[in-house]
């Protein structure tokens, strides 16, 4: 099982940034995605999740509007655009599939919000 994030990097105040979550050794399709992020000092924090089906998704409130969660079953892969992005938003970011009691997680990829 792999998750295995990507599209990191520095980005000012403002701008936008895609991460991608590319899943293989499971069935993409049955699981619910989430991305998560954990900045320094603080804990791990939901950012956005969605359904296996993409009918159904939830954010925080700090990103609502701004990051949009979305999915390609066929391609195994997570996404999450980032729009209007501010300081508070750096962090580490990681995907996470879940079915039931099964939890995968990826290695996280670094985003970093600054001028």
């Known amino acids: 099982v792999q998750l295995v994030e990507s599209g990191g990097g520095l980005v000012q105040p403002g701008g936008s940034l895609r991460l991608s979550c590319a899943a293989s050794?499971?069935?993409?399709?049955?699981?619910?995605m989430s991305w998560y992020r954990q900045a320094p000092g603080k804990e791990r924090e939901l950012v956005a999740s969605?359904?296996?089906?993409?009918?159904?998704?939830n954010y925080a409130d700090t990103v609502k509007v701004r990051f949009t969660i979305s999915r390609n079953n066929a391609e195994n892969t997570v996404y999450l655009q980032m729009n209007s992005r501010k300081p508070e938003d750096t962090a580490v970011y990681y995907c996470?599939?879940?079915?039931?009691?099964?939890?995968?997680w990826g290695q996280g990829t670094q985003v970093t919000v600054s001028s």
């Open positions: 996470k599939a879940e079915r039931g009691s099964i939890n995968y």
């Open positions: 050794g499971f069935t993409f399709r049955w699981y619910y």
């Open positions: 969605q359904r296996s089906t993409g009918s159904t998704t």
